[in-house]
């Protein structure tokens, strides 16, 4: 089992960054992607991006491309968040998750929250003024 651990979140004002962290600890490599979803009270959990692990390819919701950015440094088993020009919208408790099966992260796909297998417990982000 992969154990994921989020950090990085804060309060920070509308047009403001933050770079989200997800710590991975076990046994990684039978892992192919890191998604990053969010939550916000009383709305279902989206998925916000995805990285495939091997060849970093990504995908982004239509909300946050040309804003967010991800990445990973698999050497630290890390995958990083970068949000910029943050909006009120954008709050919501930041999740990781990770995903055992292939193709589950591609240009045209992304796998939903559903059928992801390891989660971290969760980052706060609030964007406010």
């Known amino acids: 089992q992969l154990q994921l651990v989020e950090s990085g979140g804060g309060l920070v004002q509308p047009g403001g960054s933050l770079r989200l962290s997800c710590a991975a600890s076990g046994v990684t490599s039978n892992y192919y992607a890191i998604g990053w979803f969010r939550q916000a009270p009383g709305k279902e959990r989206e998925g916000v991006s995805c990285i495939k692990l091997s060849d970093a390819s990504s995908n982004y919701a239509e909300s946050v491309k040309g804003r967010f950015t991800v990445s990973r440094d698999n050497a630290k088993n890390m995958v990083y968040l970068q949000m910029n020009s943050l909006k009120p919208d954008d709050s919501a408790i930041y999740y990781c998750?990770?995903?055992?099966?292939?193709?589950?992260?591609?240009?045209?796909?992304?796998?939903?929250?559903?059928?992801?297998?390891?989660w971290g417990q969760g980052t706060q982000v609030t964007v406010s003024s």
């Open positions: 998750a990770a995903d055992r099966k292939p193709f589950g992260c591609m240009r045209t796909y992304f796998r939903p929250a559903s059928e992801y297998d390891s």
